[in-house]
């Protein structure tokens, strides 16, 4: 469909219609255009017709790249997140740190169960407490506190 202006000189001037959907190619034409500058700033002048198409073909290349920069910065939040909270059951269960990303879940919960099995499967025990470990006693006599301590020993040894 074609729309007919007035010029101030009175003669009719032939426009495409702005609202036609451009092609596909559109986007991708942009810079072949004759080497034409952006100008378009302001729209100074008379209405021009393919400046305003390019104008609104670039406007959408904007908002095509804007939103698939979006996507891609929520799909990598959503990784970060997800490798974050691995980390931290890894780590609050003892799990080795090179199997952290192997944990599965949708949440916390789910992870530390995952975790779990994980860790009986491998036969790999809770992590070791940081409390001492008792006094040790002799084999034989395991209730009877040994004839000699470590204290004299040490003693004896050194001659005092």
């Known amino acids: 469909m074609e729309n007919e202006d ?18 596909e190619d559109a986007d991708d034409d942009e810079a072949g255009d004759e080497g034409e500058q952006d100008d378009d700033a302001g729209f ?5 017709a393919k400046r305003a198409r390019r104008a609104i073909d670039k406007a959408r290349a904007d908002r095509k790249q804007a939103a698939q920069r979006a ?17 931290k059951v ?12 192997r944990l599965n879940g949708d949440d916390f919960d789910a992870m530390v169960e995952d975790a779990s099995t994980l860790l009986d499967e491998l036969g790999i025990g809770k992590p070791e407490t940081q409390q001492p470990k008792p006094r040790l006693r002799g084999g034989a006599r ?16 050194l001659g005092q």
């Open 6 to 23: 007035q010029s101030s000189d009175g003669q009719q001037e032939e426009q495409p219609d702005i609202d036609e959907q451009p092609t």
């Open 44 to 48: 100074d002048g008379p209405f021009d």
């Open 71 to 87: 996507t891609d910065a929520e799909k990598s939040a959503k990784e970060m997140q997800r490798e974050n909270l691995q980390l």
């Open 90 to 101: 890894a780590m609050k269960l003892g799990v080795p740190a090179s199997l952290a990303s």
């Open 142 to 157: 395991p209730n009877q506190d040994p004839d000699r301590s470590a204290k004299d020993i040490v003693s004896e040894a």
